[in-house]
């Protein structure tokens, strides 16, 4: 059974930083692109970055570029977060979820088919 | 930028069939996916590649997208359907998320 697990969420005070982590069971984790996307209260899903396989690709949105730094350990199944200067607009559920085995700009199809439970980031004082 | 616009709500009568669209330039051109989000849960993909299903997805839901516009449409709508759903395509190395849709099951 395909299974990926959040973890590294809580309160952190503005400015501050977080690492999350993401542990990924049941499938060969070194064949997918990997992916965060979150959730703010209120509002709805946002993508937050993207890594190919041996992480020679990254993505990241606007909203996070220059802060956020997307990572993975292929020998441990593992996908990263690190959060630096993290802002009151970070605040939200955060996701890991798989993508495709697959990504090319020209094709763009790009899909999130399992998702962890998320994982609760607050930036507050 | 590329934007995803969907409508803020939409309402179904138990057994009727609901549409929830999806518009964004030249949409049509590019794949769309759909996915729902119960409340306290993860987002669940129903659609993707604008009319394939993930193997456990009921056939009830289905996807097309031609122009500027992507429907995902919901048959025989039961009251376990009501969640928030959310549309998606991919824009350079972007990816994009419609504003979501609640389907609410009267």
């Known amino acids: 059974e395909v299974q990926v697990v959040d973890s590294g969420g809580g309160l952190v005070q503005p400015g501050g930083s977080l690492r999350l982590s993401c542990a990924a069971s049941?499938?060969?984790?070194?064949?997918?692109?990997m992916s965060w996307v979150r959730r703010a209260p209120g509002k709805g899903l946002e993508w937050v970055a993207n890594i190919n396989q041996d992480e020679g690709e990254k993505y990241y949105a606007d909203s996070v570029k220059g802060r956020f730094t997307i990572s993975r350990d292929n020998a441990k199944n593992s996908l990263y977060l690190s959060m630096n200067s993290l802002r009151a607009d970070d605040t939200g559920v955060y996701f890991c979820?798989?993508?495709?085995?697959?990504?090319?700009?020209?094709?763009?199809?790009?899909?999130?088919?399992?998702w962890g439970q998320g994982t609760l980031v607050t930036v507050s004082s | 930028s590329f934007d995803l616009t969907q409508p803020p709500s939409v309402s179904v009568s138990p057994g009727q069939t609901a549409s929830i669209t999806c518009s964004g330039d030249k949409l049509g051109n590019k794949y769309a996916c759909w996915y729902l989000q119960k409340p306290g849960q993860s987002p669940v993909l129903l659609i993707y590649?604008?009319?394939k299903r993930p193997s456990g997805i009921p056939e009830r839901f289905s996807g097309s997208n031609s122009g500027n516009t992507a429907t995902l449409t919901i048959s025989g709508t039961q009251a376990m359907d009501e969640a928030d759903y959310f549309c998606q395509a991919c824009d350079s190395s972007s990816v994009v998320f419609g504003g979501g849709t609640k389907l609410t099951v009267l």
């Open positions: 979820a798989r993508g495709p085995t697959y990504y090319d700009i020209l094709t763009a199809s790009y899909y999130f088919d399992s």
């Open positions: 049941g499938f060969t984790f070194s064949g997918y692109w």
């Open positions: 590649q604008d009319k």
